[in-house]
């Protein structure tokens, strides 16, 4: 069975629910740092929760722990950094399209540092399911892009999807010394939930965080968004990682764009066009190539 592929499609789903149903409220109401900065120590606190309740053990050797802690702040911190300045300066159309180059980083490094080369019809595959997302992706402008920043925004977004392939390679290697996906998980959310903080910390934005009326009111969509993403989301995506390829858990991970189309169809009223029809039938069809090679 194709368990690694499958927990990746579940990853971009949980993604997309958190993304339309959670996250995106709770930013409108306390603020992207307020949800970014909270997200993480309640994934970890679930997590954890979790791993007592189920005994898994948390020993790895150093290389292994050095390697998942490097996952978490790289992939986790300042990519997740890097993602949303990049929301700031350039608008979340040109972000998300940005993010498609996550997967060619992650084959890239895993052809690199796992020698994990992918198979020609693995290739088509990827390419395909890559191009149906861009193409949807590209399909409408936004609706009011920041001013200015433009060339610092691509940066910042050719970093940001940088630091999330490398982080699943990092991550797939720290799990080689024989730690599950879960305890893997918690610990690479533990160096992320740090180095946020601590970097809040030194640039003096945790006196932005005071609590206001207003969290007692995305409190439910914060802590699930936390469940969804940060806890099962993120957890999933290691599975994925040990699993299968990087490159191939990657592309599957990033039709995030895809699945989201059916979820804003019923909360927003949008109507797909032909072109979003289009590109998910492209998508669709590197995915099948993906589970048939």
């Not at 740090?194 to 009111?217: F, N, Y």
Request: net charge positive; proline share 5%.
């Amino acid at each position: 069975m194709l368990l690694g592929e499958l927990a990746a499609l579940t990853a971009a789903a949980l993604w997309g629910l958190t993304s339309v149903f959670f996250f995106s409220v709770a930013a409108q109401r306390i603020g992207a740092l307020r949800v970014n900065l909270f997200r993480l120590p309640l994934g970890w606190v679930m997590l954890g929760l979790t791993l007592l309740t189920t005994g898994s053990k948390l020993t790895t050797d150093p290389t292994s722990l050095a390697l998942l802690a490097a996952s978490g702040i790289v992939g986790l911190a300042l990519g997740d950094l890097a993602y949303f300045a990049t929301l700031r300066r350039i608008g979340p159309r040109l972000t998300v399209l940005l993010q498609s180059l996550a997967p060619l980083f992650a084959t890239g490094f895993g052809v690199v540092l796992l020698d994990e080369v992918p198979g020609p019809l693995a290739g088509v595959g990827i390419a395909l399911t890559l191009g149906g997302v861009v193409w949807v992706v590209r399909e409408r402008p936004d609706a009011a892009r920041p001013a200015g920043h433009h060339t610092s925004g691509v940066v910042l977004g050719v970093l940001a999807a940088l630091c999330q392939g490398l982080g699943l390679v990092l991550s797939k290697m720290g799990m080689a010394g024989g730690l599950g996906p879960w305890p893997a998980s918690w610990l690479r959310m533990s160096f992320a939930t740090a180095a946020l903080w601590i970097g809040a910390a030194v640039a003096g934005r945790l006196r932005d965080l005071a609590l206001r009326p207003s969290l007692r009111a995305a409190w439910l969509q914060v802590v699930g968004g936390a469940a969804l993403g940060p806890f099962l989301g993120a957890s999933l995506s290691l599975v994925a990682a040990q699993l299968a390829e990087v490159g191939v858990a990657a592309t599957l991970m990033a039709t995030t764009p895809i699945i989201v189309i059916p979820l804003v169809v019923h909360t927003e009223r949008y109507r797909p066009t032909w072109r979003a029809v289009a590109g998910t039938v492209l998508a669709v069809a590197g995915i099948a190539l993906l589970f048939a090679r």
